[in-house]
């Protein structure tokens, strides 16, 4: 299917400081693309501190989008279903890591779970040291992370509405039920393409860490933290493993982008 | 008795108390915002009342007591589990489930096995007849058929009271009177309430009616003698009637608008309420007096001119003719105009209301 440019309705110097913007943001690859050593490439990203954080970002992104998902969809489903008093409150508050610097939010992590922390003794005691382990790694990306699985979700139940599940509720099915038959399946765009930015986020999150977890190759050491740490010593390493978290980012929205695209390819048979 | 509720939820000003025989069809009519949907939500646990109770089947839906200090009345079945299947203007089928997914929901639901329920969804998806439909989804069925599908669905649930909101109201004209002959077909023998604007499916499809209004039943009856006797301005206009109350006399009828109506004899006793219903098509206008002494002659102000298939239907706040085009343009009527509206004593029905 061949599209045709029209520009109907749109000033032309919209589309211009567009164009610019666009380029503004596209710039920078291809900057990163010009630099890299290609002969090298493969060397470069192939060290063993390399693998050893690309396989440690690979894991933990995964684990906290899995947290993501199993507290998340509870707390859309209960923000986008529910009213109780100081709801808005709530709902700014869960959404607040969007907003924090990361920095900030690994201090306030290191604060609850560190060794002195709020809870930090209750895991000690349990055998669970948190702080500077690759568990820290998990819950500070999960920090970060879940306002995006959240507000995605949150959204599209909310335009979903709630007459599928009362017909659910009227055709017999437990609330239970509903939630796995009905609800979930309706959303499930929303919530995979949430899940993937969850995930993206996860891969790229750097501050939080640091501060929280530490930089122990193998350990906590994940590949934002690796391309930080090279950028001192062996610039090259750092461009080349830039150019592999840019190819793993670009290859998740463009999951993303085709699981939101879902309903709109349904909706277009409908009419 | 199957069904019987008495429910009130002051903030929409509702109060109503109703019950549907075993196998009885009840169409519920009434302007918009009259509190017919408020009743179906109430009656399907989707909306709670302050007060009341509703039984179903002898399994008691809900409970509430109207003061909150007597604790020992309160009880409410979640919807899942009242067996009352809704059936709205939406079709509202499960679009990530195929035909014979969505009809097999409820038996699914309930705990049938896999099985058990797809052949009790092939029967019902059969009893509609949309046994074609199985396989697809339903972004690819047209509004009749997904219609179709859904009144399938909602039966398979087995449900003790079947709720029906306008269920022909979204649909093309074309697709109505299938859907109509359809549920005329599956409703017979089955308790069910009826939402409806139309006058043909209360007559086809319900054995009773209630006109609300404001919150409550205003009327309640058979349903031909709803509509041939009305005793509700809104009844009579479905029904194409018009519509004069007031108290009995001797020899006719004196309207509370003072108008003193001659009747055809009747036993209705004098000096009770009483009504008198008239079809338009039997009452003339004209623009002097009329002088017959047999005929009742009323003036109005022309409020409307209505054009109705080969009549022009002129109406009066409390009267309608049907007269010729040619009639209306020999007397130059516009709104707003006096005229005379007359009739035959012989052509009024009156019964006490």
Same mark, same amino acid.
């Given at each position: 299917?061949?599209?045709?440019?029209?520009?109907?309705?749109?000033?032309?110097?919209?589309?211009?400081?567009?164009?610019?913007?666009?380029?503004?943001?596209?710039?920078?690859?291809?900057?990163?693309?010009?630099?890299?050593?290609?002969?090298?490439?493969?060397?470069?990203?192939?060290?063993?501190?390399?693998?050893?954080?690309?396989?440690?970002?690979?894991?933990? /992104?995964?684990?906290?989008?899995?947290?993501?998902?199993?507290?998340?969809?509870?707390?859309?489903?209960?923000?986008?279903?529910?009213?109780?008093?100081?709801?808005?409150?709530?709902?700014?508050?869960?959404?607040?890591?969007?907003?924090?610097?990361?920095?900030?939010?690994?201090?306030?992590?290191?604060?609850?779970?560190?060794?002195?922390?709020?809870?930090?003794?209750?895991?000690?005691?349990?055998?669970?040291?948190?702080?500077?382990?690759?568990?820290?790694?998990?819950?500070?990306?999960?920090?970060?992370?879940?306002?995006?699985?959240?507000?995605?979700?949150?959204?599209?139940?909310?335009?979903?509405?709630?007459?599928?599940?009362?017909?659910?509720?009227?055709?017999?099915?437990?609330?239970?039920?509903?939630?796995?038959?009905?609800?979930?399946?309706?959303?499930?765009?929303?919530?995979?393409?949430?899940?993937?930015?969850?995930?993206?986020?996860?891969?790229?999150?750097?501050? /939080?860490?640091?501060?929280?977890?530490?930089?122990?190759?193998?350990?906590?050491?994940?590949?934002?933290?690796?391309?930080?740490?090279?950028?001192?010593?062996?610039?090259?390493?750092?461009?080349?493993?830039?150019?592999?978290?840019?190819?793993?980012?670009?290859?998740?929205?463009?999951?993303?982008?085709?699981?939101?695209?879902?309903?709109?390819?349904?909706?277009?048979?409908?009419? | 008795?199957?069904?019987?509720?008495?429910?009130?939820?002051?903030?929409?000003?509702?109060?109503?108390?109703?019950?549907?025989?075993?196998?009885?069809?009840?169409?519920?009519?009434?302007?918009?915002?009259?509190?017919?949907?408020?009743?179906?939500?109430?009656?399907?646990?989707?909306?709670?009342?302050?007060?009341?109770?509703?039984?179903?089947?002898?399994?008691?839906?809900?409970?509430?007591?109207?003061?909150?200090?007597?604790?020992?009345?309160?009880?409410?079945?979640?919807?899942?589990?009242?067996?009352?299947?809704?059936?709205?203007?939406?079709? *509202?089928?499960?679009?990530? *489930?195929?035909?014979?997914?969505?009809?097999?929901?409820?038996?699914?639901?309930?705990?049938?096995?896999?099985?058990?329920?797809?052949?009790?969804?092939?029967?019902?998806?059969?009893?509609?007849?949309?046994?074609?439909?199985?396989?697809?989804?339903?972004?690819?069925?047209?509004?009749?058929?997904?219609?179709?599908?859904?009144?399938?669905?909602?039966?398979?649930?087995?449900?003790?009271?079947?709720?029906?909101?306008?269920?022909?109201?979204?649909?093309?004209?074309?697709?109505?009177?299938?859907?109509?002959?359809?549920?005329?077909?599956?409703?017979?023998?089955?308790?069910?309430?009826?939402?409806?604007?139309? *006058?043909?499916?209360?007559?086809?499809?319900?054995?009773?009616?209630?006109?609300?209004?404001?919150?409550?039943?205003?009327?309640?009856?058979?349903?031909?003698?709803?509509?041939?006797?009305?005793?509700?301005?809104?009844?009579?206009?479905?029904?194409?009637?018009?519509?004069?109350?007031?108290?009995?006399?001797?020899?006719?009828? *004196?309207?509370?608008?003072?108008?003193?109506?001659?009747?055809?004899?009747?036993?209705?006793?004098?000096?009770?309420?009483?009504?008198?219903?008239?079809?338009?098509?039997?009452?003339?206008?004209?623009?002097?007096?009329?002088?017959?002494?047999?005929?009742?002659?009323?003036?109005?102000?022309?409020?409307?001119?209505?054009?109705?298939?080969?009549?022009?239907?002129?109406?009066?706040?409390?009267?309608?003719?049907?007269?010729?085009?040619?009639?209306?343009?020999?007397?130059?009527?516009?709104?707003?105009?006096?005229?005379?509206?007359?009739?035959?004593?012989?052509?009024?029905?009156?019964?006490?209301?």
């Amino acid at each position: 299917m061949k599209r045709t440019a029209t520009l109907a309705g749109v000033p032309r110097w919209v589309a211009v400081i567009a164009l610019a913007g666009a380029i503004f943001i596209l710039l920078p690859l291809v900057a990163v693309i010009n630099r890299v050593d290609w002969p090298q490439f493969i060397p470069l990203i192939s060290s063993e501190s390399s693998v050893a954080a690309l396989l440690l970002s690979l894991r933990t /992104a995964v684990a906290s989008t899995v947290l993501c998902i199993v507290f998340g969809v509870p707390i859309a489903i209960v923000l986008a279903r529910t009213t109780f008093a100081g709801q808005r409150f709530v709902r700014s508050l869960v959404l607040l890591p969007l907003v924090l610097p990361p920095v900030v939010g690994g201090i306030a992590l290191l604060y609850t779970f560190g060794r002195r922390g709020l809870l930090g003794q209750t895991f000690d005691v349990l055998g669970i040291p948190i702080a500077f382990s690759t568990t820290a790694v998990v819950l500070a990306q999960t920090f970060v992370a879940i306002p995006f699985l959240i507000l995605s979700l949150e959204g599209a139940l909310r335009t979903a509405g709630t007459r599928y599940e009362a017909v659910a509720a009227t055709l017999g099915a437990r609330p239970t039920t509903v939630l796995f038959r009905v609800t979930i399946p309706l959303v499930l765009p929303a919530l995979i393409s949430g899940a993937i930015l969850s995930f993206a986020r996860a891969l790229g999150e750097f501050g /939080a860490t640091l501060t929280f977890a530490g930089s122990l190759q193998g350990v906590t050491r994940t590949l934002p933290l690796e391309i930080y740490l090279r950028l001192e010593t062996n610039p090259d390493a750092a461009v080349a493993l830039s150019l592999v978290l840019v190819a793993v980012a670009v290859f998740v929205v463009g999951l993303a982008y085709r699981a939101s695209a879902v309903p709109t390819a349904r909706a277009r048979v409908a009419s | 008795m199957t069904f019987a509720i008495d429910a009130s939820l002051a903030e929409r000003d509702f109060r109503v108390s109703l019950e549907v025989g075993t196998g009885e069809t009840v169409a519920v009519l009434g302007p918009n915002g009259a509190g017919k949907s408020t009743l179906l939500s109430i009656i399907a646990g989707l909306l709670r009342p302050d007060f009341g109770r509703a039984e179903l089947d002898g399994s008691l839906l809900f409970d509430i007591a109207a003061s909150p200090r007597d604790g020992t009345r309160r009880r409410y079945l979640q919807p899942h589990a009242r067996g009352v299947s809704l059936l709205a203007q939406d079709p *509202l089928l499960f679009p990530h *489930l195929t035909v014979l997914e969505n009809v097999a929901f409820g038996p699914r639901s309930s705990g049938s096995p896999r099985r058990d329920a797809r052949s009790a969804a092939d029967r019902w998806l059969a009893a509609v007849d949309a046994s074609e439909f199985a396989s697809r989804h339903p972004a690819e069925l047209s509004g009749g058929q997904a219609q179709r599908v859904a009144v399938a669905r909602a039966l398979a649930a087995e449900p003790g009271l079947l709720l029906l909101d306008e269920p022909m109201a979204a649909l093309d004209v074309a697709a109505a009177p299938a859907l109509r002959k359809t549920l005329k077909r599956v409703l017979a023998h089955r308790s069910a309430l009826i939402v409806t604007h139309e *006058l043909l499916d209360a007559l086809v499809l319900a054995d009773r009616v209630i006109v609300m209004e404001h919150g409550r039943i205003v009327e309640s009856g058979p349903t031909r003698q709803v509509f041939e006797r009305p005793r509700t301005r809104f009844a009579a206009e479905l029904a194409g009637l018009v519509l004069l109350t007031g108290v009995k006399t001797v020899d006719g009828l *004196l309207t509370s608008g003072g108008v003193d109506i001659r009747v055809a004899g009747s036993d209705v006793p004098s000096g009770t309420a009483a009504a008198v219903a008239l079809r338009p098509s039997v009452v003339m206008v004209s623009r002097e007096r009329p002088r017959h002494p047999s005929l009742t002659v009323i003036e109005g102000c022309i409020t409307d001119l209505e054009p109705r298939g080969d009549v022009i239907r002129v109406r009066s706040e409390e009267l309608a003719a049907d007269i010729s085009p040619a009639t209306v343009a020999d007397l130059d009527l516009t709104n707003d105009d006096p005229v005379w509206f007359s009739f035959e004593a012989a052509e009024t029905t009156i019964y006490p209301l």
